[in-house]
């Protein structure tokens, strides 16, 4: 099955579960998913397409076929150092956008990023490289995601809230308008981020709370 909009098909770095839900969102806009690559665990059950033993092979089949590759990997920082090689490489990352998800024509994603099923990016909203908007999250208008963050499933960012480079929202989780997180921090399942968090620091609860050193909000 070829491609649905410009006849060229895929490869998916990575071959986890991430990948899998990547591989379904492709595979439903009738995208054909060429490769995934990465190493299978013993007990999983087995992929559909080709798997490839390692990245190096990936970029390879996607030089020489003129294909698209999206990077699978939960892990952020990996994630997007590799979305940066390919880009560096001259290859082709465009962002995905599940067919159930919403995407306002006036939000800007980055290369590399993936809004998965049922999620919604709002206007005036600006994602940069390698996100991941996963299942239901919402980034609401005029947000702004920096490269290699994760929104996990479920997770909100209202209206005007920022979020830096490298941070995980976990699942459930709700940053309020105007707030700003910092660049590699994480906001824990289900917390309610009411003030500013600075760079690398971790917070959970409702209203969400420094765990560890670093003392208050």
């Known amino acids: 099955m070829a491609d649905g909009v410009d006849g060229v ?3 998916v770095l990575g071959a986890g579960g991430h990948a899998r839900s990547v591989v379904d969102v492709l595979e439903r806009l ?3 998913v060429v490769a995934v ?12 397409v080709e798997v490839l033993a390692d990245d190096r092979q990936a970029v390879e089949l996607v030089r020489a076929r003129g294909l698209h590759a999206v990077v699978a990997i939960g892990a952020n920082a990996a994630r997007s150092g590799l979305v940066h090689e390919l880009l560096t490489g001259g290859l082709s990352v465009p962002p995905v956008v599940a ?10 994603l980055g290369a590399g990023t993936v809004v998965l099923e049922h999620a919604h990016v709002g206007p005036a909203s600006r994602l940069g490289d390698a996100v991941v908007v996963n299942t239901a999250a919402v980034v609401e ?7 290699g963050a994760h929104v996990a499933p ?3 960012l209202l209206g005007g809230a920022s979020v830096g480079p490298g941070t995980l929202v976990g699942s459930g989780a709700r940053i309020l308008p105007l707030v700003s997180v910092g660049a590699g ?3 824990g399942a289900g917390a309610v981020v009411t003030g500013h968090v600075p760079d690398g620091r ?4 409702v209203p969400a709370v420094t765990r560890g050193p670093g003392g208050p909000l």
Do not use: Q
């Open 202 to 205: 971790t917070v959970v609860g």
């Open 141 to 147: 208008h005029d947000c702004r995601v920096g490269g």
């Open 30 to 32: 009738g995208r054909e």
């Open 154 to 156: 479920g997770a909100t």
């Open 99 to 108: 067919a159930t998800a919403t995407v306002s024509p006036r939000a800007v």
């Open 185 to 187: 921090a994480t906001i």
């Open 37 to 48: 690559t990465g190493a299978v665990a013993e007990g999983e059950i087995p992929w559909h």
């Open 9 to 11: 098909g895929w490869v």
